[in-house]
């Protein structure tokens, strides 16, 4: 059973353009997460989304940033006009869904740099 | 949201135990204690997690104060490998929307030793 995936591994753009992360949940699960860590950081929760629905954004920056998880396909986080403090590792993580219990499973991380 | 304290390092010997402490003394009735992991370079891990009572899995111990304003996860014998950030982590029991995010804090250290 693959674990979950995320592509590319490592993204550089150039201020201005735009980045697109992929994420392709464990399969059997319905519930993606999206986390950013910046260097020397820690790890921010940023979105939670269900299949076509957006749970909870509290945690993403309210301009550039979006985030879908389309009935087929991979869930993509979309950063438009990139900055280099956008620069960070961004796991995407995939679960059952559910409270209390519930555990997520985490990608490799995609690290985005900002040139 | 309750939160959680942990020591910002610890070291031990390989093959010796390592005793994690967190304290969340605002935690209410319905959190569920949850332990992640990450290794260098790579995206977090699931350890363990409860609620009231012990558990055990084949990669660590959690031990629940019966108060559960803390709790210790227990690695029973060290290797080079377990050297990562251990985070604890309190999860909404309830099903509320909020309940589906991981709110990491700084988490701890820990260092093995050969």
């Known amino acids: 059973n693959a674990g979950v995936m995320q592509n590319p591994r490592h993204l550089v753009r150039r201020r201005g353009q735009e980045a697109r992360l992929r994420c392709s949940p464990m399969?059997?699960?319905?519930?993606v997460y999206w986390y950013r860590q910046l260097p020397e950081e820690g790890l921010k929760f940023m979105v939670y989304l269900q299949k076509e629905n957006i749970i909870d954004e509290s945690g993403m920056p309210k301009e550039r940033f979006s985030a879908e998880f389309p009935k087929e396909g991979p869930s993509i986080l979309r950063i438009q006009q990139v900055v280099r403090g956008d620069s960070a590792a961004y796991f995407c993580?995939?679960?059952?869904?559910?409270?209390?219990?519930?555990?997520?499973?985490f990608g490799p991380g995609t690290r985005l740099t900002v040139l | 949201d309750a939160k959680t304290t942990q020591p910002n390092s610890m070291e031990s010997n390989e093959e010796e135990p390592v005793h994690l402490p967190c304290n969340h003394s605002t935690i209410s009735g319905t959190d569920y204690i949850h332990w992640y992991r990450q290794l260098p370079s790579q995206g977090p891990e699931y350890v363990i997690h409860?609620?009231?009572s012990n558990v055990n899995n084949r990669m660590a111990s959690l031990a629940i104060a019966e108060d559960r304003k803390s709790s210790t996860l227990i690695l029973h014998r060290a290797t080079l490998r377990d050297a990562a950030v251990y985070y604890c982590?309190?999860?909404?029991?309830?099903?509320?929307?909020?309940?589906?995010?991981?709110?990491f804090g700084a988490g701890t250290q820990v260092v093995v030793t050969p």
């Open positions: 982590i309190l999860k909404k029991g309830v099903g509320t929307d909020s309940w589906g995010k991981l709110q």
């Open positions: 399969k059997g699960h319905s519930h």
């Open positions: 409860g609620l009231t």
């Open positions: 993580a995939s679960s059952r869904g559910g409270p209390g219990t519930d555990t997520q499973y």
